[in-house]
């Protein structure tokens, strides 16, 4: 079964900081992996699909990254309004694997 | 406008039974594969479940295989989960995702509905 190790669990940033995220896959992923950002009483939202391609809308400050089996997300600039807790999940056809996730906060 | 909304959440005791329903507006789920994903307290997201566009095939994640099924009204552009012998592990918000009509990734997500078993 298909494993995504995230980390850092939780990362403390300042406003303008530039922060990354990493996502590291048990197997070969062919890319298929996507990042979301959930903030608490809120739905989940897309923010970068097959690992590199951002979903519309969201702020180009947000990018994806892939080297073999590992993914990171970026956040340039980080905002106020960027608190929120990120997951990669691995998807395919027949299921999905989230990463244990991690809370962002601002100092 | 998409959306997703989920109802039929509650409190249930331990080996109880709880049927879940989403209704989906602003787009035609016919074609979209369909999933529900649960977020435990102080835990990550869960993957649960997944049912293809036609409902014909379905499958589950290991903690819930055997006791939830899920299943699609594309006439009343409704999913489901019906969720069985439940345990307090059980107990989350619940969220009806659809999936992209162009890859597998979880696309739209509805606010959830919360299950407590207790």
């Known amino acids: 079964d298909m494993r995504m190790t995230q980390s850092p669990s939780t990362l403390s940033a300042s406003v303008g900081e530039t922060v990354s995220i990493t996502c590291r896959a048990s197997e070969n992923t062919n890319q298929w992996v996507a990042w979301l950002q959930h903030k608490p009483g809120k739905a989940p939202k897309l923010l970068i699909y097959k690992a590199t391609i951002l979903d519309r809308g969201v702020p180009s400050r947000f990018s994806g990254s892939a080297s073999g089996t590992q993914f990171t997300l970026t956040i340039s600039s980080l905002q106020p309004d960027d608190i929120a807790t990120y997951y990669c999940h691995y998807y395919d056809s027949t299921s999905k694997t989230f990463g244990q996730g991690t809370k962002v906060e601002v100092k | 406008e998409v959306q997703l909304a989920e109802s039929g959440g509650g409190l249930v005791r331990p080996g109880g039974s709880l049927r879940l329903s989403c209704a989906a507006s602003g787009f035609s789920i016919d074609y979209a594969a369909m999933n529900w994903v649960r977020h435990a307290p102080g835990k990550g997201l869960e993957w649960v479940a997944h049912?293809?566009?036609?409902?014909?095939?379905?499958f589950y994640g290991d903690s819930v295989r055997g006791r939830f099924t899920i299943s699609r009204d594309n006439g009343k552009n409704e999913l489901y989960l019906e969720m069985n012998r439940l345990r307090a592990e059980d107990t989350g918000i619940y969220y009806c995702?659809?999936?992209?009509?162009?890859?597998?990734?979880?696309?739209?997500w509805g606010h959830g509905t919360q299950v407590t078993v207790s």
């Open positions: 995702v659809a999936e992209s009509f162009s890859g597998y990734y979880l696309e739209n």
């Open positions: 049912i293809t566009y036609s409902g014909r095939v379905t």
